[in-house]
């Protein structure tokens, strides 16, 4: 696993340079891969070349603490942004919309800042799905998912986790369970139905005994193929 850590430090490394930038940025949740990617980048690119921003938008206040822990540990920039009175505008004006909708909302408010300070950097935007979320599409579509770069979008989660372990991240964010941070006990796991063990079971062999959990892991692949694919263009 070593090996494969320099090699995508080296990636995010060569990633920055060919596109004429002068590191990366990206959002810190308080979470396992988002304090992964941190360092990562951190120990890639320098203290000069990384930036996170934290962005509590009515969040649980454990996970802004959480991202800083890891910031601060491992001398990554910050920045924190509270966006809860931009979104309360935009909720006003446009009126209610379901949960679901609000949430994305979020996640693309966060996506809007990244850019803004990104550009005005020369900065590239660095995204932190794994694997196991950008298979069943657990992430938003112009929101986490608008990205310049996704380093960790090969990585099972408990491949995450083990890097976690090896770059010396804190237990309480390897071991903090992982969520959206919607609110307060919210999890990934309950929202999908099924464990990530179970997913990444899945997703290295192939197989599952619980069909339930099979055929809601597939349905949800389904349902977000359009998230992973390029824009349609029409051609004549």
């Known amino acids: 696993m070593q090996k494969i850590i320099n090699d995508c430090k ?4 060569n990633q920055v340079e060919s596109a004429g930038a002068s590191g990366v940025i990206l959002g810190l949740s308080g979470g396992i891969d988002s304090a992964v990617v941190s360092v990562l980048a951190r120990q890639a690119l320098g203290h000069n070349g990384t930036f996170g921003i934290i962005m509590p938008c009515h969040s649980i206040k454990k996970d802004e603490e959480d ?3 890891t910031a601060e540990k491992f001398d990554v920039p910050y920045k924190i942004i509270d966006l809860s009175e931009i979104f309360d505008g935009i909720l006003k004006l446009i009126g209610d919309v379901p949960i679901l909708a609000q949430s994305n909302l979020k996640a693309r408010l966060r996506m809007s800042v990244l850019y803004s300070v990104a550009q005005a950097k020369n900065f590239l935007v660095c995204g ?8 069943t599409g657990y992430f938003t579509k112009y929101g986490d998912a608008g990205v ?3 380093p960790l979008a090969n990585f099972l989660k408990r491949e995450v986790r083990e890097v976690a372990k090896i770059l010396g991240l804190p ?3 390897i071991n903090k369970a992982p969520s959206a941070g919607l609110y307060e006990g919210q999890t990934d796991e309950s929202d999908m139905g099924f464990t990530y063990e179970i997913l990444d079971e899945y997703l290295t ?4 005994n619980n069909s339930q959990a099979r055929d809601r892991i597939e349905a949800m692949h389904a349902k977000s193929e359009h998230k992973r694919k390029q824009i349609p263009i029409f051609k004549f």
């Open 10 to 13: 080296e990636w995010i490394k």
């Open 67 to 69: 991202a800083k822990l």
């Open 128 to 135: 932190t799905s794994n694997r196991s979320e950008f298979y």
């Open 148 to 150: 310049d770069l996704m």
């Open 171 to 173: 237990d309480e964010i």
């Open 205 to 208: 062999s192939g197989k599952i």
